[in-house]
């Protein structure tokens, strides 16, 4: 088999789309792509009920036991292949978006040398031009000393390994005020009259870029406060936050689950919008900082308003309801023992993002002293066990018969309430 599998690499090339060495980025991606395609027959066939040893197919609770814990230790593999996958990617992000950025500048350049046909190239495009390239020299530059996280991407890459909404946008504007200020002392040093000169100084005076700096201020504002009240929600255990395995563009419009959130969603394209007027003003009027208009910059400040609203008010602590005796078909009413199995009903126990096996694997009930790992039950297409709202566990035999504490620990460190319950004999 492995010597099949080494004919079968060396035939489609070293490192090539079927390399599954591990030390490339192919080998990377093609290693994390079979283990999700292991991962997911193993638990359709535990699902259907095959594959199961006869040593515990005989008991229920054995049964379901030993498939939670194979699908466990595929998970582990998968979610290892995901972050050997995740970071063999980041390692390779740097160079497509330096290959971006000059592009960029390349397009715009053709852009200037067609819009001047007719009207002729001016000191304006001229500065124009260099501005641009010494963005792109400085990005290039951050890109190279940043390879290894993500390139120019860095800087907006949150610590949950995930592109940030608040450093996106604050860093575009950034980028936007840079550009400006350097068209005007491009133009500036090739002014050879004092007037010229005094224009171009009077064209950075506050009052022609009021709204621009305003909204600059505000958003850069937006960026710092939204990481240190994550922080802090995150500290005080109001906000669960697991790390994914690498960012995506999706981000910026969606929560950590994946859903869009309307407060993402409208900062991004409220921002995009004034970020494109302000580039058509500094465009026509390339002898001034653009002067963004109170109205649209008033618009733009609503809607960093209502993003730092919607941080605020995202998340939640995981809680406990009630925990009740698990009854089957057939069961007649009795109190709780040992041995039992429990359903938890609460809310908030999978924290968004956390809906993969290797994070459903790591939910932990506390009963008592004794620490029980909640039990993956798989299900065509996913699992039964555990939920958002429910959660069923076996009572062990090591628990004492009395009043017990019940609490949650999910895959976020999150602790819930606790909920006593009577144990008996």
């Known amino acids: 088999m492995a010597v099949q599998e080494a004919r079968q690499g060396a035939g489609s090339g070293a490192h090539g789309g079927g390399c599954a060495c591990g030390d490339c980025p192919h080998g990377a991606r093609e290693g994390h792509r079979r283990a999700v395609a292991e991962f997911l027959v193993k638990r359709e066939e535990f699902a259907a009920g095959q594959g199961l040893p006869a040593a515990v197919a005989h008991s229920a609770s054995a049964s379901r036991q030993w498939v939670s814990e194979e699908l466990a230790q595929s998970a582990g593999v998968v979610a290892e292949r995901g972050r050997a996958e995740g970071q063999a990617w980041l390692a390779r992000l740097w160079l497509r978006t330096a290959c971006t950025v000059w592009v960029a500048v390349v397009i715009m350049l053709l ?44 800087p907006v890459i949150g610590e949950d390994n995930r592109m940030s909404t608040s450093r996106t946008v604050a860093a575009s504007w950034v980028l936007f005020v840079a550009y400006a200020v350097l068209v005007l002392a491009g133009r500036l040093a090739a002014a050879s009259s004092p007037a010229e000169r005094d224009a171009l100084i009077a064209g950075l005076d506050l009052a022609r870029g009021a709204g621009a700096v305003t909204v600059l201020a505000v958003v850069c504002g937006i960026a710092v406060l939204v990481r240190r009240v994550v922080g802090l929600r995150i500290a005080g255990q109001r906000l669960q936050k697991v790390r994914a395995h690498r960012p995506r563009a999706a981000d910026l419009l969606t929560d950590d689950s994946g859903r869009g959130t309307f407060a993402d969603i409208q900062y991004v394209v409220i921002s995009a919008v004034a970020l494109l007027f302000a580039a058509v003003r500094l465009a026509r009027r390339p002898d001034q900082l653009p002067d963004l208009p109170w109205g649209l910059a008033t618009v733009v400040l609503i809607s960093a308003a209502t993003y730092l609203a919607g941080k605020y008010a995202e998340g939640g602590r995981p809680v406990i309801l009630s925990v009740v005796r698990a009854r089957e078909a057939g069961d007649l009413d009795a109190p709780i023992r040992t041995g039992d199995d429990i359903e938890i009903r609460g809310t908030g126990f999978v924290p968004p993002g956390a809906q993969t096996a290797d994070r459903l694997s790591r939910m932990v009930v506390r009963i008592g002293a004794v620490n029980v790992h909640v039990p993956l039950v798989p299900v065509t297409g996913g699992f039964s066990n555990p939920t958002d709202h429910v959660l069923t566990v076996p009572v062990p035999a090591d628990v004492e018969p009395g009043s017990v504490e019940v609490q949650v620990v999910t895959a976020a460190g999150v602790a819930t309430n606790r909920c006593v319950v009577e144990v008996t004999d």
């Open 111 to 154: 852009a200037q040398a067609l819009t001047a046909i007719g009207t002729g190239w001016t000191s304006a495009r001229t500065a124009g031009l260099l501005a641009a390239l010494l963005v792109a020299l400085a990005l290039t530059a951050a890109s190279w000393f940043h390879r290894s996280r993500g390139g120019v991407l860095a």
